[in-house]
């Protein structure tokens, strides 16, 4: 069964320094992989996604993720940390069904950076 | 913004109450999502729609019924709800529901069953 998983519920990061926020997932076909941001009182919105290709992929804000098909990974990264990058972040898989294509998201992880 | 509304931003309702939550998209889509968000857990997938057909009911209990008149807008009726449904419930839209699909999302509408 395909599954999301997102092992830190909080990452807490200087301003200025790297980030990395993780995700491992299990698909029983080719992943598609996404990112979403989710700021307060907001709806979720799209960061980055991998479908094929180059397994290093860049989104919006200067976020990147890396695909690691032999680790089952795809974590989210940014060189420079900002304090408005403070929010909540959730890694997604689709994977295709019996009823048609599903997203399933994980947990979530709270990112914390301060100045 | 992302081009997907939701109507009512905040709703408080008791449990014999009838309401309905709108979605409303001006992205051109052709598919439109109900997610449930609570606390410490979680997005579950509660219903997809695909060019206005429902597509996947996601064992969602009979006092949530949603109706998708038309590509653009997707409600979803509540009845006789408990308080366990307190959430905040997000409408999304995509192309199709096709793998590589992006989803849009809404603000959601903050849900409180007394």
């Known amino acids: 069964a395909q599954s999301v998983a997102q092992p830190e519920d909080q990452v807490n990061v200087a301003e200025g320094n790297p980030l990395t926020v993780k995700c491992t997932y299990s698909?029983?076909?080719?992943?598609?992989l996404f990112w979403y941001v989710q700021y307060p009182n907001r709806g979720l919105q799209f960061l980055l996604k991998?479908?094929?290709?180059?397994?290093l992929v860049k989104g919006s804000y200067g976020f990147e993720a890396e695909f690691n098909k032999s680790q089952t990974s795809f974590h989210l990264k940014k060189p420079s940390a900002l304090v408005s990058d403070s929010a909540l972040y959730f890694c997604?898989?689709?994977?295709?069904?019996?009823?048609?294509?599903?997203?399933?998201f994980g947990a979530g992880t709270r990112l914390f950076v301060k100045a | 913004e992302t081009g997907v509304t939701q109507t009512p931003r905040h709703l408080v309702m008791g449990m014999t109450n009838k309401k309905s939550l709108k979605c409303e998209q001006h992205?051109?889509?052709?598919?439109m999502y109900w997610y449930k968000q609570s606390a410490k857990k979680p997005l579950e997938l509660m219903f997809v729609?695909?060019?206005?057909?429902?597509?996947e009911n996601n064992s969602v209990p009979s006092r949530f019924s949603p109706e998708c008149p038309n590509s653009s807008h997707l409600f979803l009726h509540l009845h006789t709800l408990q308080p366990e449904d307190s959430a905040l419930y997000l409408c999304?839209?995509?192309?199709?529901?096709?793998?590589?699909?992006?989803?849009?999302f809404g603000p959601g509408t903050r849900l409180t069953v007394l």
């Open positions: 997604a898989v689709r994977d295709e069904g019996t009823g048609g294509f599903k997203t399933i």
């Open positions: 698909v029983s076909g080719n992943p598609y």
């Open positions: 999304a839209s995509s192309q199709d529901a096709s793998g590589s699909d992006t989803q849009y």
């Open positions: 729609y695909n060019f206005k057909e429902q597509t």
């Open positions: 992205l051109g889509h052709n598919a």
């Open positions: 991998y479908i094929t290709g180059d397994n």
